[in-house]
């Protein structure tokens, strides 16, 4: 099996903690060059001591915020007018909590931009250079709310199942350039994101936060909550030669806690 990505350079997004650092991290593993990409420099230099560093590797960052698309744009497009990006993991963190009939319209105009409309721009900027090498991973972090919506997360599983559709569309207009665009979808993973959603329902139902992580882990079949390293096996495999025959796919990364196939 060939998970060799010596030679390969990948953009990671929100890759200074949870998810998307344990995706850079294992890339770098399988020998990929990292681009982190977050907001905050000063954690994005620390995060770049973490990565494994062989004979031919190079590991930089990029400073972004998604909440300003025009200044992404402009910022990835210096960046791929010098470098060739050759995986891509879009990865950002989800909207509060809440449910959908109370969320405000800006609420939703927000998580779009942030989601969608960022994802979008990168793999604008990032395709032509997959097109040159014939070769393109695009791997969209998403969540199971895709398939199962996730009660009291109105905001996130609508935009969620935007992005996963949008996706399913460009993996149809890009299969045939050697470009896969795939879906990860995790569950359970003890995240600032996970602790954030506790929190929240340990505050609106009047119980503790071990109360209401225990309620979740209930509902896993493994039995417990996964690690950021588990979700990130999966994102790094999709990324590698060895899966260059799976597109437009939804993989949930969840015990198997979600309610259907």
Same mark, same amino acid.
């Not at 199942?161 to 569950?187: D, Q, R």
């Given at each position: 099996?060939?998970?060799?990505?010596?030679?390969?350079?990948?953009?990671?997004?929100?890759?200074?903690?949870?998810?998307?650092k344990?995706?850079?991290?294992?890339?770098?593993?399988?020998?990929?060059?990292?681009?982190?990409?977050?907001?905050?420099?000063?954690?994005?230099?620390r995060?770049?001591?973490?990565?494994?560093?062989?004979?031919?590797?190079?590991?930089?960052?990029?400073?972004?915020d998604?909440?300003?698309?025009?200044?992404?744009?402009?910022?990835?497009?210096?960046?791929?007018?010098?470098?060739t990006?050759?995986?891509?993991?879009?990865?950002?963190?989800?909207?509060?909590?809440?449910?959908?009939?109370?969320?405000?319209?800006?609420?939703?105009? &927000?998580?779009? @931009?942030?989601? !969608?409309?960022?994802?979008? /721009?990168? =793999?604008?900027? %990032?395709? $032509? +250079?997959?097109?040159?090498?014939?070769?393109?991973?695009?791997?969209?972090?998403?969540?199971?709310?895709?398939?199962?919506?996730?009660?009291?997360?109105?905001?996130?599983?609508?935009?969620?199942?935007?992005?996963a559709?949008?996706? &399913?569309?460009? @993996?149809?207009? !890009?299969?045939?350039?050697? /470009?896969? =665009?795939?879906? %990860?979808? $995790? +569950?359970?993973?003890?995240?600032?994101?996970?602790?954030?959603?506790?929190?929240?329902?340990?505050?609106?139902?009047?119980?503790?936060?071990?109360?209401?992580?225990?309620?979740?882990?209930s509902?896993?079949?493994?039995?417990?909550?996964?690690?950021?390293?588990?979700?990130?096996?999966?994102?790094?495999?999709l990324?590698?030669?060895?899966?260059?025959?799976?597109?437009?796919?939804?993989?949930?990364?969840?015990?198997?806690?979600?309610?259907?196939?």
């Amino acid at each position: 099996m060939n998970l060799d990505l010596r030679g390969k350079k990948a953009l990671v997004c929100g890759s200074t903690q949870g998810i998307g650092k344990a995706a850079a991290i294992e890339l770098a593993l399988l020998g990929a060059s990292i681009t982190l990409v977050a907001r905050n420099e000063e954690k994005l230099q620390r995060t770049v001591h973490d990565l494994a560093t062989a004979s031919g590797q190079r590991h930089s960052y990029l400073v972004a915020d998604f909440d300003f698309p025009d200044r992404l744009k402009s910022d990835i497009e210096k960046y791929v007018s010098k470098e060739t990006a050759h995986i891509l993991i879009n990865n950002t963190g989800g909207p509060p909590a809440g449910p959908a009939l109370t969320a405000s319209t800006d609420e939703f105009v &927000k998580a779009f @931009s942030n989601h !969608l409309l960022c994802n979008q /721009i990168l =793999v604008q900027a %990032v395709v $032509p +250079g997959m097109k040159e090498a014939d070769y393109g991973r695009i791997i969209n972090i998403i969540s199971t709310s895709v398939k199962m919506p996730i009660r009291g997360l109105g905001v996130s599983n609508t935009i969620r199942g935007a992005v996963a559709n949008w996706a &399913k569309t460009l @993996s149809v207009e !890009l299969g045939p350039f050697g /470009i896969t =665009v795939n879906n %990860v979808l $995790p +569950g359970a993973s003890m995240t600032g994101r996970l602790q954030a959603i506790i929190l929240d329902r340990s505050q609106k139902q009047n119980k503790t936060t071990e109360q209401v992580t225990r309620e979740m882990i209930s509902e896993i079949p493994a039995g417990r909550i996964s690690s950021s390293e588990e979700v990130a096996a999966a994102i790094a495999f999709l990324a590698t030669p060895a899966a260059g025959y799976i597109n437009g796919i939804n993989l949930p990364v969840d015990g198997g806690r979600t309610g259907s196939l």
